[in-house]
């Protein structure tokens, strides 16, 4: 390749980069780093620090992450994947509270990831593994559900919560947070997880002292033929009247 052709291959490059555009998100996972993404071009217009992000992480993994910052600088590391869906039309945390974060990450040692879990209410935490059932305080009327919103609706009939994976069947749709974020503003759902009881309560086998009262003389006669024939049953006898 001549010098000329090098030079204009090069600025044919660097025009693609300029177009290309990233975010660093925060995951609700305890990560020590942020990771980037790349935003598609007709995702850009909806992408602003502190919305909320579609974003696969792993190999079926997925999350709802918070957008910290947007530039144009590939990741060196590792391959970058794409923004999957927007789930906000208006920032979810502001500046501020960004700041507030990292103070809080810094101070005590822990991963952002940490403190967004602990700062976001959990119908903002989309993730596979969430379940969603249907909001009591829902008025009833299905008339601005679209098709799979409706669908969502009408199964949670049969069944009391739906998994994501499952609301990810129904719809015959790979990302289905969506779908659950609308239903979610409107109302209509509620999010939870389930959180496993990783301590369990240790339990201590006792004896103690039939609560029935014995007669002094039958318990002295007992205390006498125990002296003789079983003295250390008696011991452990005296150690209730000790």
Known sequence: MSFGGKVGWIKREMMILEKRWFVNVILPLPLPDLFTYEVPEEMRAGISPGVRVVVQFGKQKVY????YECHQQAP????????LAVLDELPVVTTQQFKLWKWMSEYYQCAMGDVMLAALPSALRLESESKVTRNPSFSGDVSTLSDHEYLVYEALEFKEELTLKEVSKILSLKYVLPVVRSLVNKNVLLVHEEV????????????SLNDSDFPEDVLGELMNTLEKKAPKQLDIILTFFT
């Open 64 to 67: 709802s992450a918070l957008v």
């Open 76 to 83: 060196q590391q590792y391959a970058v994947k794409e923004v």
């Open 196 to 207: 496993e009881e990783k301590v369990k309560p240790r339990f201590i086998e006792v004896i």
